[in-house]
């Protein structure tokens, strides 16, 4: 492995260390610089931002040269980039946990400084790592309880005010009774609990086109609603036929 000086102290000094004063001894002025995550910039400064922003989501992270091989004003190098995953990153949210992908990086260099670096990165295994990290991918339906016996109250309010069809029960736990609603955008599920208590507190939130005019429907069928501001939406409470409760949510337009 022939290594530069000058790529070794790069990757050491400003992306493993964070030393980002080491910038102008080993980069020159408009120093032209394509990432590993597809990342395009120019100049010092755009470059201290860059590693700023990887590093603050990436903890202990570090590249580490595998392989590389120079010849008059070039270098290439095989990379390994790793860290902890531990703020937003290619919008995944932190999760605490190692992840690595590899790159190519080629490098050209003015004198002694580095004048151009351009690096492809292995994103697709990146993203592949990234995504199985977080296996919960989105809320498949909301659960709710319902005494014995109270499926019709059930279709009159969750098919006939909130307007979601009512979908058949599999037949296998048909018989434990309850009462399911679907449609494309929502499943709530209504399950025969014997010793029913309403949620009072817990409660699934809706959104709702025309929420206004489901809030007039509501009321006129004797349901219970209640305003709660909050800041970019029109919101209510309401309480299904059980008393169990729900947030009904329309952003504003």
């Not at 209640?226 to 309480?239: D, K």
Request: a negative charge; aromatic letters at 10%.
């Amino acid at each position: 492995m022939s290594t530069p000086k000058v790529v070794e102290a790069f990757y050491e000094r400003i992306w493993n260390a964070g030393d980002l004063g080491a910038m102008s001894d080993l980069v020159i002025e408009d120093f032209s610089f394509r990432g590993s995550l597809g990342i395009e910039l120019q100049g010092q400064e755009s470059l201290k931002d860059y590693v700023r922003s990887v590093r603050t989501a990436l903890a202990n992270y570090r590249c580490e040269i595998l392989t590389c091989v120079a010849e008059g004003d070039h270098a290439f190098a095989k990379m390994r980039f790793s860290g902890v995953h531990v703020g937003p990153f290619r919008g995944y949210p932190a999760t605490g946990k190692p992840i690595h992908w590899l790159g190519a990086a080629l490098f050209r260099f003015d004198g002694q400084a580095i004048a151009e670096l351009w690096v492809l990165g292995d994103l697709e295994s990146l993203d592949s790592v990234l995504k199985d990290n977080q296996p919960i991918e989105g809320i498949e339906h909301v659960q709710l309880a319902m005494p014995v016996g109270g499926e019709d109250m059930a279709r009159d309010f969750y098919s006939g005010l909130l307007g979601i069809p009512e979908v058949q029960k599999p037949r296998e736990l048909a018989e434990r009774g309850g009462v399911w609603f679907e449609s494309n955008e929502v499943k709530v599920h209504l399950g025969v609990d014997p010793e029913f208590r309403p949620a009072r507190k817990a409660h699934p939130g809706f959104l709702v086109r025309n929420l206004r005019k489901l809030v007039d429907s509501l009321r006129e069928a004797g349901v219970q609603v209640s305003e709660e501001p909050l800041p970019g939406y029109y919101r209510v409470y309401a309480f299904d036929r059980f008393g169990n409760r729900l947030e009904l949510m329309e952003p504003d337009s």
